[in-house]
């Protein structure tokens, strides 16, 4: 997995590799330019005139050591210093006096049109506080341009901690994040602002946290290495049994992809428990399951169907009536297995919120912020400002695992705090939560652990949502292209 980090867990591995290691700050800064520089060659900026517009922090060095190097390249390479010649870091100064030694141009202003690139080296992870007076023009007059905007490190304005916008930002075409990604590269709306971000390495490696790691993991294909393993004489009990309890009366749907998604993320046999009037559909959508339906299903069905089950997964249109009700405190208090809780059966614990302490089977919880702000009691906003800080602190408190689903989902245990990057907004289309259920419970089924089993499911299933959008396109995309791309997905681990 990758370390996504905030602010101050960069400043501490800078810290580390200047201090304890004593590798020059100024060598660091030389090899952010270098890789800056390659990276925009790479990224075909048109460099025939440049402008770097550097505050006085690092990340203005970083742009003053861009611009020598473009200089020395025989580039056109401007220089607008918006600073506070005050507060130069110790480094920056001394990076723009080489840039005068070289007797560069500085300008003083932005003339509209004249550039073909702008490099934004105005804050860096440094940035502490709200944008504002000239320093908000400058933004303003850079987003004006028509120059496409390198950002170095991550774009003027953003912060790094969580990704808002701290008064205004700039925005970049694309970003060189340097030594690792911040959390603000990847949440919205930093992510946004980045453009296509790329992670240069500078020689700050992790070895700079000294076994003291950032808190935040995004998976990475690494999460390959962890699906279970596939014995060659292993047979469809070997892989494991899956029990999807989902679908009600006009919900058949829910059933079906859910339980589908089980079935082709590995599992030998997937068993789906529904009401009788979903019988026929599904047999005929879903012949491979094992079917188990009654108009009203007893609690001796429903605890024979948990105990042949190494997994189960209950909720996705599930309805939220009596008999659902009665389903779920059932399976809550009887299973013995890893419980993957979703949809219905979550807006039901949010009427009943002390019945997560019924049994001592591990729970996956996979709410959208809807169903959070009712299982939480938190509002939207809040859970929008810090939805990293309360999954966790949910997860701790219930002691459940939490998938917060949306754009950048967060899994957590309420130590282990990971965020999603794959995905797209294609898959916000009805059903596709009800497929991840599917994924994550066929996981379990297989034995994974169930921390693991939630980061991969999540990652797997968003991974299934790019190449959706890739083959479909995310305005035509359905869920049912999310079970149509998996085998493909898990193939290419
Ligand atoms: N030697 C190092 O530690 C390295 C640092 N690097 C660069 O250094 C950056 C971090 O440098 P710094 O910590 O100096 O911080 P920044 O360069 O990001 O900015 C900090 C400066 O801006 C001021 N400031 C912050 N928010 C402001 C606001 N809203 N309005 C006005 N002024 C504001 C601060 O008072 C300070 O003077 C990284 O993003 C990276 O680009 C790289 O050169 C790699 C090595
Ligand atoms: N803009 C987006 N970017 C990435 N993933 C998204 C986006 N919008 C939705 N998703 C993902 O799609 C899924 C939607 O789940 P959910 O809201 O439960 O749908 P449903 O209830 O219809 O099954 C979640 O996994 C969520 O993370
Ligand atoms: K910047």
């Known amino acids: 997995m990758e370390y996504l980090v905030s602010a101050e867990e960069m400043r501490r591995a800078d810290h580390c590799v200047i201090e304890e290691y004593g590798v020059p700050s100024l060598v660091l800064m030389e090899r952010a330019a270098l890789a800056s520089v390659e990276l925009m060659e790479r990224e075909g900026f048109d460099l025939s005139r440049v402008l770097v517009v550097s505050g006085s922090g690092n990340n203005g060095g970083d ?55 702008i490099v934004d080296a105005v804050f860096g992870s440094g940035l502490s506080r709200e944008v504002k007076g000239s320093y908000r023009e400058v933004i303003e007059s850079i987003n004006r341009h028509p120059a496409k905007v390198f950002a170095v490190d991550i774009p003027s304005g953003i912060s790094s901690d969580d990704g808002s916008v701290q008064g205004t930002a700039v925005r970049a075409a694309v970003t060189g994040a340097l030594a690792f990604r911040k959390l603000g590269h990847v949440l919205y709306p930093g992510t946004e602002y980045a453009g296509r971000t790329f992670l240069l390495d500078i020689g700050i490696t992790k070895e700079g946290f000294k076994g003291q790691f950032p808190r935040v993991q995004a998976p990475d294909r690494g999460i390959f290495s ?37 079935a082709i993320t590995g599992t030998g046999l997937v068993r789906v428990v529904t009401e009788g009037c979903n019988r026929e559909i599904l047999q005929t959508l879903f012949p491979e399951a094992v079917l188990t339906t009654e108009e009203m299903l007893s609690e001796e069905t429903l605890v024979n169907a948990l105990s042949w089950a190494d997994a189960a997964g209950i909720g996705p249109g599930l309805s939220t009536g009596e008999a659902a009700e009665k389903e779920l405190a059932c399976v809550l208090t009887q299973a013995k297995i890893p419980l993957v809780l979703d949809a219905d059966a979550l807006n039901i614990l949010s009427k009943h919120p002390d019945w997560l302490k019924k049994g001592d089977t591990p729970k996956i919880l996979t709410p ?19 939805p990293l800080e309360l999954a966790a602190a949910y997860a701790k408190e219930h002691e459940v695992i939490l998938v917060l689903k949306d754009a950048r989902t967060v ?83």
């Open 63 to 117: 742009g003053f050591a861009m611009a020598r190097i473009l200089y020395l390249k025989g580039i056109e390479a401007e220089l607008w210093f918006v600073g506070n010649p005050d507060h130069l870091s110790k480094e920056a100064a001394l990076q723009k006096k080489i840039c005068e030694n070289y007797g560069m141009k500085f300008v003083r202003n932005l003339p509209a049109g004249e550039y073909t690139t």
């Open 368 to 386: 959208h912020m809807g169903e959070m702000v009712r299982l939480s009691g938190h509002s939207m906003e809040e859970l929008k400002q810090k």
């Open 226 to 262: 962890l699906l279970p393993t596939r014995k060659a004489f292993g047979n469809k009990g070997t892989f494991g049994k899956a029990c999807l309890m989902a679908g009600s009366r006009n919900m058949a749907g829910a059933a079906y992809l859910s339980g589908k998604a089980a």
């Open 411 to 493: 899994v957590t245990d309420g130590e282990r705090i990971v965020l999603n990057t794959t995905g797209n907004n294609g898959m916000a289309t009805g059903g596709s939560g009800d497929v991840l259920t599917g994924i994550i419970t066929g996981l379990l089924a297989q034995g994974m652990a169930p921390f693991e089993a939630a980061v991969s499911g999540v990652y797997l299933h968003g991974l299934a949502g790019d190449r959706a959008a890739e083959n479909t396109g995310v305005r035509g995309m359905l869920s049912t292209d999310l079970l149509k791309e998996l085998p493909g997905v898990l193939k290419e681990g």
